[in-house]
Nanobody, 122 residues
Framework: QVQLVESGGGLVQPGGSLRLSCAAS????????IGWFRQAPGKEREEVSR???????YYADSVKGRFTISRDNAKNTGYLQMNSLKPEDTAVYYC????????????????WGQGTQVTVSS
């Protein structure tokens, strides 16, 4: 049974940090890219970061320089370190995994976690 379980969300003051974790099971984790997405109320879901199976990373401009994505294949876990958090980072954060990059379309995500709430507020 495939599972992706996010953790690490919570309430943090502006300028603070959180580390999200995405624990995976039930599939060949090392062969998959990991993506982190977020969705704020009334807004579309956006991909904020991605790390491929060979550790190539991508960051949305809105988080570049503040967020760091990583993976620990021995633990079947992905991470998103979020520093210098801003109120506009408030959203539900989801991890997802992809086994394929489709030319002209992009990464196709196969499995999704349930999400974890991140709230940045004073």
């Amino acid at each position: 049974q495939v599972q992706l379980v996010e953790s690490g969300g919570g309430l943090v003051q502006p300028g603070g940090s959180l580390r999200l974790s995405c624990a995976a099971s039930g599939f060949a984790f090392t062969s998959y890219a990991i993506g982190w997405f977020r969705q704020a109320p009334g807004k579309e879901r956006e991909e904020v970061s991605r790390i491929s199976s060979d550790d190539n990373s991508y960051y949305a401009d809105s988080v570049k320089g503040r967020f760091t994505i990583s993976r620990d294949n021995a633990k079947n876990t992905g991470y998103l370190q979020m520093n210098s958090l801003k109120p506009e980072d408030t959203a539900v954060y989801y991890c997802a995994v992809s086994s394929r990059l489709v030319a002209g379309i992009g990464w196709q995500y196969d499995y999704w976690g349930q999400g974890t709430q991140v709230t940045v507020s004073s």
